[in-house]
């Protein structure tokens, strides 16, 4: 039975992640930062839960302990928005580093502490949950500054990473679920939660050491950086 962490599982996309991997027959190891949720309503065996803040070592390494040996599938999905803020004169600066913290810093820190477990001699795939926002070159209205930052910041991090990553058998995926149905895309969103996980799972299906790093849309569209 392969193995799979999802961070920020207990609500929206990162449930969905977890319900759709539980059907499909996966063990899934699910982090949560203060109340389980969505995760209450699955009752599989092959579900376990552990606190996860991404802001704290302490927290990580004490997750990453619990975590599978064999690590097979990693999905970061843990962030926050940032009030999308219209001007330059709204930003609040200590939230702003928040912001980044969470989102850019956050799924180092779990990759870093999940590392050991994930570099076996199996091919591991490592979904990193971005955003078209974090696009430089489709930047057009502005706002959400942090965010975007915090986006592009990862997408970085995640090029870098994957650079050293391919020689231990690891694989990463910077994926955009879409403008999807969830308490921060809103009603108005026209991409449904589960059609927005099916889709960035068949994304994952295609992924190898090759093609490592690229920047994806949940329909497989590759997306200008």
Not at 95 to 109: F, Q, S
Not at 118 to 126: G, I
Not at 147 to 166: D, G, H, I, Q
Not at 194 to 222: C, K
Request: aromatic content about 8%.
């Amino acid at each position: 039975m392969p193995n799979a962490v999802v961070t920020g599982a207990n609500r929206g996309l990162g449930a969905e992640w977890v319900r759709q991997l539980l059907d499909d027959g996966w063990a899934v190891f699910a982090g949560y930062r203060n109340e389980l949720g969505r995760l209450t309503t699955f009752e599989n065996s092959n579900l376990t839960t552990h606190q996860l803040d991404v802001q704290s070592n302490e927290s990580v390494a004490a997750f990453a302990d619990h975590a599978p040996e064999h690590i097979d599938l990693l999905v970061n999905n843990a962030g926050v928005a940032d009030g999308r803020w219209r001007n330059l004169s709204e930003i609040d600066d200590a939230w702003a580093l928040e912001v980044i913290d969470i989102n850019a810093l956050g799924p180092v820190r779990v990759v870093k502490a999940l590392y050991e477990k994930m570099n076996h001699t199996t091919l591991t795939k490592v979904a990193m949950i971005s955003s078209l926002m974090a696009s430089i070159d489709d930047c057009e209205m502005g706002r959400s500054y942090a965010y975007r930052a915090s986006k592009t910041a990862l997408n970085m991090f995640t090029v870098s990473m994957k650079k050293e990553a391919v020689a231990d058998n690891i694989t990463f995926v910077i994926l955009h679920p879409g403008w999807v149905k969830t308490d921060m895309g809103g009603d108005r969103a026209p991409v449904e939660i589960p059609h927005s996980i099916t889709g960035m799972r068949n994304v994952l299906a295609s992924r190898t050491l090759e093609n490592s790093g690229e920047f994806v849309q949940f329909d497989g569209e590759l997306l200008p950086w």
